[in-house]
């Protein structure tokens, strides 16, 4: 099961997780495909919708998003491919976590989870798009602030053309 999700290991060995990604980068839809969706369709459990799959694959492609478009200003060469793994393997722990709402009492897990997600980029950014570690934080700061404001961007428009 790890050959297939080897996400998995970015929770509890992240630095050789991270040090692995960055020896072979994933091509950007495998890792939207292998390390992002079944961990989508494990919350599809939790929020039975179609559009939870879609939604959760779009947040991680605006997130990586968020680290390409960025990455210059903080004297990174951008690569998708590498930015997209940044963004996906970190979600691990979130996707994870937000599985768990299903069970009411262990939302507090979610909210690790997605602080697990936080310090998971932060080591991501350094090993994987080689940022400093001085700036690591203020673009993983940066890039999640990008991608909370693409989302509404995006939640807006889909609801004004009426998908959602």
Known sequence: MLRFLPSLTIIYRPDSAWRAVN?????????LLVQVLPFTLLCAIAWPNASTVVV???????LGLGFFALAPWFGVARSWDRSLAVAAYASTPFFLGW??????????????????????????????????????????????VFSVAGGMLLGGLCSAAGVI
Do not use: D, K, T
């Open 99 to 144: 599985s768990l709402l299903l069970y009411p009492p262990l939302a507090v897990l979610a909210v690790v989870g997605l602080l697990h997600s936080f310090a998971l980029c932060y080591l991501g950014v350094q090993r994987v798009l080689g940022c400093r570690e001085s700036e690591a934080a203020l673009l993983v700061a940066a890039a999640w």
């Open 23 to 31: 020896a072979a980068p994933p091509r950007w839809y495998r890792s």
């Open 56 to 62: 959760s694959l779009a947040a991680v492609a605006i």
